[in-house]
RNA sequence: GCGUCUGUAGCUCAGUUGGAUAGAGCGUCAGACUCCGACUCUGAAGGUCGCAGGUUCGACUCCUGUCAGGCGCACCA
């Protein structure tokens, strides 16, 4: 797994470093502890491929003008055998370095041999993360927020994955407590209504679950549903669907029996149903996490035993109280209710512990929605107050979805029962599409959803943009194999034919998608490398209309193949991270 | 009211630990295929980085204040 750019990047630490040492050894400067430096890639290509403030940042404790100490350094550099081939002093005193063609072949080189593995680092070390991300209640369908999380959340743990960390996707299920409650209530009062004699009537009429639902769903007059349930149709055909393999007996039983009934009957589709449509959108979890095992193995009230150990609970007017201010929360939480009922904050935090504590894990991740962003300071502070560092715990907050078509937007309700869902989202645009899209912006930004951009089959849309320039390499590439021109290994020496603005601002790009994958890694933004792939297939499209491949003389002809190859399998693996289609022809 | 996130070109958005003349796509205007896939490329116009201070060699970036918008502020989850 190498890393051209960091590679060169420390190298020329090195060289820097050793630079000053000699100055010093030579006692043209004086000997002061090394203040940090940089050493970066300028946004400007003409202030070279990497630049370094250290003259900047010698200024100081030398007591000396930046661009004199600029001109002993570079006086002092050596630079023959590295990766650099020139410098130049610039501005008020950033030294420029250009690397050398041999660098710039190597890169090539690499990635024909690194392949599929190419833009993979072990800067994880391979320690654990556990990502958890969509966790949508199964008492209902998923909507856009959904969407959005499990694209970010996928690609996030891709990229993690790619980074060299181990990594985990988990999905939380919400098996117990009050949304189950709920969910039992709002199927038992349709159930109800179902064998009412309105509802029987409706029955008799309709032979379609999904138009009899839509008739008791439409009509709040005869079938009025209270404040506090689950409303949509999605609740009837349960409820239809129990009552065609079971009939009305249920009616004669107890209430809390017809709602143990009908939850275990229809929960469990539920969750079938999420899995489903989950892995319609390419996401495979690792684990299915259930509340209900955290009840049934005494966890939550372990957990709240350990609070209580821990020395920040109280009680007060009958209720237990987490003093979550005493770790920076705003104000305190309560875990037990005063009729005894524990809040869903206890489950939450026992399955945190379970996660950092029982399993083990280095790092948890939540991708969370923004109405819950206040959650995590008070998850941190019960993590702190267990003993854990809260800096293993983390959330992505992801802002809120406009959903826009023709111009206007797609408001979504959840009390209508007729949001947006992840389902009707997959048949509107295809799954590339909804995968890249919702990868385009950082996830703590609003972002809209622009319908008939994801549609259109035009450079416009961006994923057909960088899909195309993949199926054009390839066909290059097949173009010129039936010519009997076919991909060779070439020396350094024959690469650094290589040496036009468009090659080598390609290969420059090339070059960082570890570093891409880095940064992304590190400040958990897969984003980064859907802007990756963008700009790799523009500087593809760039280098394509100035340099022509076939008729090339033939030394050349090799070389700009190999480009070709090097770029297809560049890009193949950024789609390879956000699993969308890599097409060979369109 | 308090907390939190976001204000960068007409629109949608980049801008990696503070660096050099603030970038891209779309849209607008003007161009490029007898030639490897024109689903492509080239050029032009377009900016008080919400506003005001501060920190320093240097601020879109950090700090304070302020304005506008999103989202929260339950013994709901």
Redesign the pocket.
């Known amino acids: 797994m190498s890393n051209p750019i960091k590679s060169a990047s420390a190298e020329l630490r090195e060289i820097l470093m050793s630079a000053l040492g000699r100055l010093v050894s030579e006692g043209k400067i004086e000997a002061v502890p090394l203040p940090s430096f940089?050493?970066?890639?300028?946004?400007?290509k003409?202030?070279?491929d990497f630049?370094s403030?250290i003259a900047?940042?010698c200024?100081?404790p030398l007591k000396s003008a930046?661009r004199k100490i600029a001109e002993l350094i570079c006086e002092a550099l050596i630079l023959e055998g590295t990766s650099f081939e020139r410098v130049e002093i610039?501005?008020?005193g950033?030294i420029?370095f250009f690397l050398s063609r041999n660098w710039f072949s190597g890169v090539v080189s690499v990635v024909l041999f690194e392949k599929e593995k190419y833009g993979r680092t072990d800067t994880g070390a391979g320690k654990s993360i556990l990502v958890e991300f969509v966790s949508a209640?199964p008492t209902g369908p998923m909507h856009i927020g959904n969407a959005r999380g499990g694209a970010i959340g996928d690609g996030l743990s891709s990229v993690l994955d790619w980074a060299g960390y181990r990594v985990e996707r988990e999905f939380y299920v919400?098996d117990a407590?009050?949304?189950i409650e709920?969910f039992g209530k709002s199927l038992d009062l349709r159930y109800c209504q179902l064998c009412s004699d309105d509802g029987q009537a409706l029955v008799k009429q309709y032979s379609d679950t999904e138009a009899l639902s839509q008739a008791i769903y439409n009509d709040t007059e005869k079938f009025p549903m209270p404040e506090d349930v689950y409303l949509g149709a999605d609740i009837i055909v349960h409820a239809r669907n129990f009552y065609s393999e079971n009939g009305a007996d249920l009616m004669n039983k107890p209430e809390e029996e017809r709602k143990e009934a009908l939850v275990a009957f229809a929960l469990p589709k539920n969750i079938q149903k999420l899995e489903d449509d989950l892995r319609k959108y390419r996401i495979e979890y690792d684990t299915w996490f259930r509340e209900s095992t955290l009840h049934n193995s005494g966890a939550v009230s372990e957990v709240i035993e350990l609070l209580k150990n821990s020395g920040h609970t109280y009680e007060?007017?009958?209720?237990l109280w987490f003093k979550s201010s005493d770790f920076g929360d705003?104000?305190d939480?309560?875990l037990?209710?005063?009729?005894g009922?524990p809040?869903?904050?206890v489950p939450d935090i026992a399955y945190h512990y379970n996660k950092l504590v029982t399993r083990g894990f280095d790092t948890a991740i939540d991708i969370l929605?923004?109405?819950?962003?206040?959650?995590v300071?008070r998850m941190k502070a019960a993590m702190e107050a267990l003993g854990i560092d809260p800096n293993r715990f983390n959330a992505i907050?992801m802002?809120?979805v406009?959903l826009v078509k023709d111009g206007e937007t797609y408001k979504l309700s959840k009390r209508s029962g007729k949001a947006v869902t992840l389902e009707t989202l997959l048949d509107e645009v295809p799954i590339d599409a909804a995968r890249y899209f919702f990868n385009?912006?950082?996830a703590?930004?609003?972002?809209?959803f622009?319908l008939d951009l994801a549609i259109e089959?035009?450079?416009?849309?961006?994923v057909?943009?960088v899909?195309?320039?993949h199926?054009?390499i390839?066909?290059?590439i097949?173009?010129?194999a039936a010519e009997g021109f076919s991909i060779r290994k070439l020396s350094a020496e024959q690469m650094s034919v290589l040496d036009s603005p468009e090659e080598v601002e390609l290969i420059r790009h090339i070059a960082s998608l570890p570093?891409?994958v880095d940064?992304a890694a590190?400040?958990y933004?897969p984003?980064?490398i859907t802007?990756y792939s963008?700009?790799l297939?523009?500087l593809f499209?760039?280098f394509?209309?100035?340099?022509?491949?076939?008729?090339?003389e033939e030394p050349l002809l090799y070389a700009r193949l190999s480009l070709c190859d090097a770029v297809r399998i560049t890009l193949r693996n950024t789609f390879e991270i956000l699993k969308i289609d890599c097409?060979?022809?369109?």
Request: contains cysteine.
């Open positions: 940089n050493v970066e890639i300028p946004q400007d003409s202030h070279g630049a403030n900047l940042a200024a100081k930046p610039a501005g008020p950033f420029n209640n919400n407590g009050n949304q709920k007060q007017e009958g209720a705003e104000k939480r309560v037990v209710r005063a009729n009922v809040t869903y904050f929605g923004a109405d819950h962003h206040g959650y300071p907050i802002q809120m406009r385009l912006r950082e703590n930004s609003h972002f809209e622009d089959q035009s450079a416009k849309n961006p057909y943009y899909q195309y320039a199926a054009r390839c066909s290059i097949r173009n010129l570093n891409t940064s590190r400040d933004d984003s980064r802007r963008q700009e297939a523009t499209h760039k394509y209309d100035k340099c022509r491949i076939k008729g090339a097409p060979e022809k369109m």
